[in-house]
């Protein structure tokens, strides 16, 4: 598994030259903060990452429920029991296989793998605008109906999991990059990933870390062009 280091925040790459998947550290006072759990295989990485950095982790924060995200958080939870796991309120229900649509949401059936084994449950539920140690909880359907971003408020470095991609090229969740085209095939409804990645823009983040990716620094104006790249595509 390779690691980038960029000031709090440590990039972990399964896979990286062939389908890279993307989890993350935050390094805290009281340990570290993992932001998705990657790949069943990706477990080994991650724990040796934690010890070479020689933090123990503290807190799990899921973006959203998909396979892809979700996958060593059964293994990391057994390392880490006393680890308190992070999800939002609406992609609980997916992770528990609820696939259903609420009233208040576009009719479109919900997309992506979801695993049927996994064990490990959230002890806390996110809203929009909750606190996790350093990070800011920012409600971001779209990709899923319950996905979130995390905004570290100590050097507003973004972590949008699924919200946009930048391997193939810098998208928002649903528009099809052709040499990586699985995160928009995995996208739950385009038009409110659209209106969610334009509020993530107004951020005007430090940096952009993805799901799937390399880092973008000071990517807003990038973020600009992709947006409206997708919205004439929508129009």
Same mark, same amino acid.
């Given at each position: 598994?390779?690691?980038?280091?960029?000031?709090?925040?440590?990039?972990?790459?399964?896979?990286?030259?062939?389908?890279?998947?993307?989890?993350?550290?935050?390094?805290?006072?009281?340990?570290?903060?993992?932001?998705?759990?990657?790949?069943?295989?990706?477990?080994?990485?991650?724990?040796?990452?934690?010890?070479?950095?020689?933090? $123990?982790?503290?807190?799990?924060?899921?973006?959203?429920?998909?396979?892809?995200?979700?996958?060593?958080?059964?293994?990391?939870?057994?390392?880490?029991?006393?680890?308190?796991?992070?999800?939002?309120?609406?992609?609980?229900?997916?992770?528990?296989?609820?696939?259903?649509?609420?009233?208040?949401?576009?009719?479109?059936?919900?997309?992506?793998?979801?695993?049927?084994?996994?064990?490990?449950?959230?002890?806390?539920?996110?809203? =929009?605008?909750?606190?996790?140690?350093?990070?800011?909880?920012?409600?971001?359907?779209?990709?899923?109906?319950? $996905?979130?971003?995390?905004?570290?408020?100590?050097?507003?470095?973004?972590?949008?999991? =699924?919200?946009?991609?930048?391997?193939?090229?810098?998208?928002?969740?649903?528009?099809?990059?052709?040499?990586?085209?699985?995160?928009?095939?995995?996208?739950?409804?385009?038009?409110?990933?659209?209106? $969610?990645?334009?509020?993530?823009?107004?951020?005007?983040?430090?940096?952009?870390?993805?799901?799937?990716?390399?880092?973008?620094?000071?990517?807003?104006?990038?973020?600009?062009?992709?947006?409206?790249?997708?919205?004439?595509?929508?129009?």
């Amino acid at each position: 598994m390779r690691m980038i280091h960029e000031e709090k925040l440590y990039q972990l790459t399964s896979m990286p030259r062939f389908f890279p998947v993307n989890c993350y550290f935050v390094e805290e006072e009281d340990g570290l903060t993992l932001i998705d759990a990657a790949m069943p295989f990706s477990a080994k990485g991650i724990l040796k990452a934690a010890k070479t950095i020689g933090k $123990s982790i503290s807190k799990i924060i899921l973006t959203h429920a998909h396979e892809d995200h979700v996958g060593a958080l059964d293994s990391v939870k057994e390392a880490f029991p006393n680890a308190i796991v992070h999800i939002s309120v609406r992609d609980a229900r997916i992770m528990d296989g609820d696939m259903s649509i609420a009233s208040d949401e576009p009719n479109v059936s919900i997309k992506g793998g979801v695993p049927k084994k996994l064990k490990t449950r959230p002890n806390v539920l996110l809203k =929009d605008g909750d606190r996790i140690g350093s990070l800011l909880a920012i409600a971001t359907p779209g990709h899923t109906p319950g $996905s979130m971003s995390f905004l570290d408020v100590r050097t507003n470095a973004l972590i949008a999991g =699924d919200a946009f991609q930048t391997r193939g090229g810098l998208a928002v969740a649903g528009d099809i990059r052709f040499w990586f085209p699985f995160p928009a095939l995995g996208t739950w409804h385009k038009e409110t990933a659209l209106i $969610s990645a334009k509020k993530l823009m107004e951020l005007n983040p430090s940096v952009l870390a993805v799901g799937h990716g390399e880092i973008v620094k000071k990517p807003a104006k990038e973020m600009q062009k992709t947006i409206e790249r997708f919205e004439s595509k929508l129009n």
